[in-house]
């Protein structure tokens, strides 16, 4: 069964840290880009890091550039987004998505892990 | 950055058709995708590459894009196609990924 189950959110203060991961099963992972999009509460979906298959091509959104970093583990089928220097902005539903060959639409999302950022 | 502008809202009687317009500059340059959301459900893809649909989306659905907007359709609207739309491309200038505010489908 094809899937991404995405882990590591929870409550985090103000300029702390989080990682967050997402597992990907069914298909062959590291032939595919693929991104974190998030969604606050009651707003709509904002793409915010993208990352070759190979893992040596990065994308960001102006926004987070310098706080988030995408990394991968093909190995282990296994996609990160490190945050640092968390901001009240970034609370949202974190969703990581697959995208289809050549860089096209995301095909499979995850269900999403939630970031609560509050003091 | 590269901006997308949808409706926030669009309302339709069931079985009439719905539109629902992306725009931005030179969109039609771009490939379009769009995006179902349901509450509580994460995203799925409807249309992708301006056009295609994925399998087991109903030919119900229809996407078109040139000029300064990309329209994706719904023809004879049924109570479960009530969702949140988002349109999206990847802005090769800057090199990002990009949505659309979203526009929420009520089905009167």
């Known amino acids: 069964e094809v899937q991404l189950v995405e882990s590591g959110g929870g409550l985090a203060q103000p300029g702390g840290s989080l990682r967050l991961s997402c597992a990907a099963s069914?298909?062959?992972?590291?032939?595919?880009?693929m991104s974190w999009v998030r969604q606050a509460p009651g707003k709509g979906l904002e793409w915010v890091s993208a990352?070759?298959?190979?893992?040596?091509?990065?994308y960001y959104t102006d926004s987070v550039k310098g706080r988030f970093t995408i990394s991968r583990d093909n190995s282990k089928n296994t996609l990160f987004l490190q945050i640092n220097r968390l901001r009240a902005e970034d609370t949202a539903r974190y969703y990581c998505?697959?995208?289809?060959?050549?860089?096209?639409?995301?095909?499979?999302w995850g269900q999403g892990t939630v970031v609560t950022v509050s003091s | 950055s590269y901006v997308l502008s949808q409706p926030p809202s669009v309302s339709v009687a069931p079985g009439e058709t719905a539109r629902i317009t992306c725009g931005g500059n030179?969109?039609?340059?771009?490939?379009v995708h769009w995006y179902q959301q349901k509450p509580g459900r994460a995203p799925m893809v409807v249309i992708y590459?301006?056009?295609d649909r994925p399998s087991g989306i109903p030919e119900r659905f229809s996407g078109s894009n040139s000029g300064n907007a990309a329209t994706l359709s719904i023809t004879r609207v049924e109570a479960g196609d009530e969702a949140d739309y988002y349109c999206?491309?990847?802005?090769?200038?800057?090199?990002?990924?990009?949505f659309g505010g979203g526009t929420k489908l009520t089905v009167l």
């Open positions: 998505a697959k995208a289809q060959l050549g860089g096209g639409a995301f095909d499979m």
């Open positions: 069914g298909f062959t992972f590291s032939s595919y880009a």
């Open positions: 990352l070759s298959g190979s893992g040596s091509r990065t």
């Open positions: 030179s969109i039609g340059s771009k490939t």
């Open positions: 590459y301006n056009s």
């Open positions: 999206q491309v990847w802005d090769n200038v800057s090199d990002q990924r990009v």
